[in-house]
């Protein structure tokens, strides 16, 4: 049956090559469909590499929890203890953020400083030093607001205190004891073996293969890991488990292990749940807590959720923008409901108001990105791109915008809002309004966006 609704999803939605893992019942499942390129296809495996995009982040998040336990790290220590040297927009905020404002996007960071600073062994050191160009959205421990710079600034914490590269650090805290040998920030490591690689629609509107394939080592902490569905499913089964690897060894004390998972934040209005771990999206769902992070990166998405009062989880890798984002949504709802009768739906929108619509309407933006919302005369629309500038910058590296997408405002004060249609659809987010009453942001994927 799984096997069948993968293949029937990806072909419905026109992705190439899709990877599918479950563990249920204390067995594993997987389902594969399709080619890794068009352009050079392979069929697709369960060890197949994907780019994980954002699902690196637990990885990181363990691995300053692994030096928690050390005693090496604490979280409630500012960063600076460790990065001296860090310098931000504000004095005070640089001085203030801890190691677990950075951990659960509490940091007042904005959404990610896109600069390419190497391949060499100084890529963070370099990217850090650049942080004092990066918008802050607010002061520390305020509000959160999902931020990949703020990764990338938690993978220096762990150089500094190993005194690793990042990515050595990382295998040696995790990657090794836990045997994961499919899972590899390195090119050379990937390029020997059979991997996949993204696609997004070119002008005409057709599949084509995404080029540059993966982005910049200062990248890596907050999304740079490539892995496979077996070795996602061995990750999950650690983080379901009492922080033991499969040979016994402890990894992570078990309180810690199960302290990532606790709330430490609210979210408001999100798709990616209802609040913050450390690091994990924590949503409740039907009735049970899952647990969970998703990733995007060149036309390639990632989603891992689990359940852990069920010792359940699915990770849904595909290899094409915009629709692996509803083909991994699909398989994680056909698999709860199918293995755990765990049903997910979207809530209904209200009907369109126009008068209220208009209050949201204009253009809104972030260090990297440009949201257009428009109140026409039956609904309302939300445009998501680069700013021109960013897209300038990337040059082949850009993935394409979004088209205008149809949204609706949910019950309530009426600020909450879903996408109904378009690759993105079933994504929910919120605006914001100051202290006059009038809009001021937009809330997306758990990120703000300021009016313009």
């Known amino acids: 049956m799984l096997s069948d609704f993968v293949r029937e999803k990806a072909t419905e939605l026109g992705v190439p090559g899709v990877a599918v893992g479950v563990w249920a019942d204390g067995k594993e499942h997987y389902a594969c469909h399709g080619v890794t390129s068009l352009d050079n296809p392979l069929p697709v495996n369960f060890e ?21 336990a050390q005693r ?67 002061p520390p421990g305020t509000r959160a607001s999902y931020s990949q710079s703020g990764y990338n600034l ?4 762990i150089e500094k205190v190993t005194g690793l590269t990042y990515e050595d650090a990382v295998e040696t805290l995790l990657l090794k004891p836990l045997e994961m040998a499919n899972s590899f920030y390195s090119d050379s490591a990937i390029m020997t073996r059979r991997f996949a690689v993204g696609h997004n629609p070119d002008e005409n509107g057709k599949l084509a293969v995404a080029r540059d394939w993966k982005r910049w080592r200062s990248n890596n902490p907050g999304g740079g890991l490539v892995s ?9 089964r650690f983080h379901l488990g009492d922080g033991r690897a499969e040979t016994g060894e402890q990894v992570l ?6 302290l990532m998972k606790e709330p430490t934040v609210e979210l408001r209005g999100s798709t990616l749940g209802d609040a913050f771990g450390i690091c994990w ?35 849904s890798l595909a290899n094409a923008g915009p629709n692996g984002i509803p083909f991994n949504q699909a398989v994680v709802r056909w698999t709860l409901e199918h293995c755990l009768g ?3 739906r979207d809530p209904e929108p209200l009907p369109y108001d126009r008068v209220r619509a208009q209050e949201s309407a204009g253009t809104y933006e972030n260090d990297a990105m440009r949201f257009v919302i428009v109140a026409g005369e039956t609904g309302m629309t939300l445009e998501v791109g680069l700013k021109p500038e960013i897209r300038a910058s990337l040059a082949s590296d850009a993935p394409p915008d979004y088209p205008p997408a149809a949204i609706g405002l949910l ?31 937009i809330d997306l994927a758990g990120r703000i966006a300021t009016r313009v």
Not at 48 to 68: D, I, N, Q, R
Not at 101 to 117: K, M
Not at 228 to 236: F, G
Request: aromatic share 6%; with cysteine.
């Open 48 to 68: 197949t590499l994907y780019e994980l995009g954002s699902a690196t982040k637990p990885f990181t998040a363990t691995a300053l929890m692994c030096l928690v």
């Open 72 to 138: 090496r790290v604490e979280l409630q220590a500012p960063a600076r203890r460790y990065i001296p040297e860090l310098r931000l927009k504000d004095e005070q905020a640089a001085a203030e953020i801890t190691v677990l404002n950075l951990l659960n996007h509490t940091a007042g960071l904005d959404w990610a400083l896109l600069v390419d600073t190497g391949d060499g062994d100084d890529a963070l050191a370099v990217y850090v030093a650049r942080l004092d160009e990066l918008k802050l959205i607010a």
């Open 154 to 157: 938690a993978g220096r914490v």
């Open 228 to 236: 496979s569905t077996t070795d996602q499913l061995r990750w999950a």
């Open 253 to 258: 004390p078990t309180e810690l292990l199960h």
């Open 281 to 315: 999206f924590l949503r409740d769902v039907d009735g049970v807590r899952t647990v969970g992070h998703g990733g995007s990166a060149h036309g390639q998405f990632a989603e891992l959720l689990m359940v852990p009062e069920r010792n359940f989880a699915v990770v």
């Open 342 to 344: 765990v049903v997910d």
């Open 411 to 441: 019950p309530g004060d009426g600020d909450e809002y879903i996408l109904i249609e378009g690759g993105m659809k079933g994504q929910r987010g919120f605006f914001s309004r100051d202290e006059t009453g009038a809009v001021m942001g």
